[in-house]
């Protein structure tokens, strides 16, 4: 798509000999108006992505400017000075620096249908003619062709990169099986345990049986009082989500019991600071935060061009983790949610992607620095729903990193198996022809303790300054 575009504003821009042209697409659902490449001009400035702050496009309603009006009624418009137009939008100059003066903004339709608007802009040579529009209108039928062509194939290409993803994921994954629930069903948990309300509980000591054991109990212990659902879903729920981590060597399902067991030693300590809904939440996506991990990260799954890269554009593995979660959720007889009204499960659903995707450390930090701000001017308020918010994805990540806050021997022993994962990637990049980065190449390992001083001395001029 991005391609053609390119193609398409660069040869409107010298049909009529402007000086800038711009391609709006045209989201009829939102009704909005957006562009992933803005203002095509001649030479070495054949094009600019919009994305200074990691945005991947721009967007406008369609109510607003002459692109908007365009979009809105389908009908070209030629206009000889902009700033004299009360529909011609002046915010893109501000933030540019450009000057509009003369402008020909014409849609491109499909079958009567608005897909698109072109906005030439400032003709060299005085203002846009009649010819231009004339010329332009030809043009429009191709690039409705050419556009439209390139939205299927990028469609027909996203679905084989998902059948792709799902193929191996079948492969890979099963549901659990009934002799494993009624394993578990056997067992009575009726009695307090209560060396697991505490952060220092060493997950590493329990065997195969009594992790999903611990986690249908902790469950129960913070919803049982105020939650319908069916246990044997409840069972089956939690001994799929083991059977959905991968054998890695850190990102397993040994490492999401620890994440989630530390979200359950938090809400048990503060158990009003939550709605139930939003502890369910938080609780569900530390168990799940991880879900078909492959013990690469994101960095990993976009340089070698991986098939869920090609589907999820940011925060790659985060978003497959949840989309991994809602297909648990949909198997049959594993909905732990069945019971909550309509509106209640789309309100659990959306906190469990935020709380899931909160895991990017890559959105850690301006989290962090936001709710830091916040905080510092005394502003904190924790039912302004944005501070929520915030608190919640902070709490994500303090539990997805816990094992960093536990005893000495606990934290060796997790760090062992870290950097065996960050050395397996190492390995892969390095068969791939990429030299992997120093804290991931084991033929570096030695260098490790003085890595790490680095780090911390750079951490503590950072604080200095």
Excluded at 238 to 249: P, Q
Excluded at 258 to 275: G, Q, R
Excluded at 284 to 298: A, I, Y
């Amino acid at each position: 798509m991005d391609a053609v575009i390119i193609k398409v504003m660069n040869f409107a821009q010298k049909l009529v000999d402007a000086d800038r042209a711009s391609l709006f697409l045209v989201d009829a659902k939102n009704k909005q108006i957006y562009a992933r490449i803005f203002d095509v001009g001649t030479g070495d400035e054949e094009h600019v992505r919009v994305n200074s702050e990691g945005q991947k496009e721009i967007r406008f309603d369609m109510s607003k400017g002459i692109a908007g009006h365009v979009a809105s009624t389908g009908e070209g418009l030629n206009i000889e000075d902009a700033y004299e137009d009360e529909r011609f939008n002046a915010d893109v100059d501000s933030k540019t620096g450009y000057t509009t003066k003369t402008i020909l903004c014409m849609p491109i339709l499909i079958r009567g249908i608005v897909i698109g608007v072109v906005q030439m802009v400032n003709k060299h040579d005085g203002v846009f003619t009649r010819q231009d529009e004339d010329a332009f209108e030809i043009f429009a039928v191709y690039c409705g062709l050419a556009l439209h062509h390139a939205k299927l194939y990028d469609k027909i290409r996203r679905s084989e990169q998902k059948y792709r993803v799902a193929l191996e994921v079948l492969a890979y994954h099963s549901v659990c099986n009934a002799d494993e629930v009624n394993k578990l069903k056997k067992i009575d948990l009726s009695r307090r345990i209560v060396e697991l309300e505490t952060v220092d509980f060493n997950g590493m000591r329990l065997s195969e049986l009594e992790k999903p054991l611990y986690a249908v109990y902790m469950f129960n212990t913070l919803f049982s009082e105020y939650l319908r659902f069916d246990t044997d879903d409840l069972i089956r729920f939690v001994l799929t989500v083991r059977k959905n981590y991968r054998r890695v060597a850190y990102h397993n399902w040994a490492h999401g019991w620890s994440v989630a067991h530390a979200m359950f030693a938090t809400l048990t300590t503060s158990p009003e600071a939550f709605t139930k809904l939003e502890a369910l939440a938080l609780y569900v996506s530390c168990l799940c935060h991880d879900l078909d991990h492959r013990g690469k990260n994101n960095a990993y799954m976009k340089t070698m061009s991986t098939p869920l890269a090609a589907i999820y554009s940011t925060s790659v593995m985060e978003r497959h983790h949840f989309n991994q979660t809602v297909t648990i959720l949909q198997q049959d007889g594993h909905n732990i949610l069945k019971n909550l009204t309509s509106e209640e499960y789309k309100q659990t659903l959306s906190l469990i992607k935020h709380c899931i995707l909160a895991t990017d450390l890559a959105l850690f930090f301006s989290n962090k620095a936001k709710l830091n701000t916040i905080l510092d001017n005394g502003e904190f308020d924790i039912h302004h729903p944005e501070h929520r918010l915030l608190t919640q994805a902070v709490m994500m990540t303090g539990c997805d990193l816990v094992a960093s806050a536990k005893p000495w021997n606990i934290q060796t022993e997790t760090v062992k198996v870290i950097f065996e994962e960050f050395y397996d990637q190492g390995d892969a990049e390095r068969v791939s022809g990429k030299e992997p980065i120093a804290m991931m190449d084991r033929n570096q390992a030695h260098q490790l303790p003085q890595m790490q001083v680095s780090v911390a001395n750079a951490r503590r001029g950072a604080h200095i300054y």
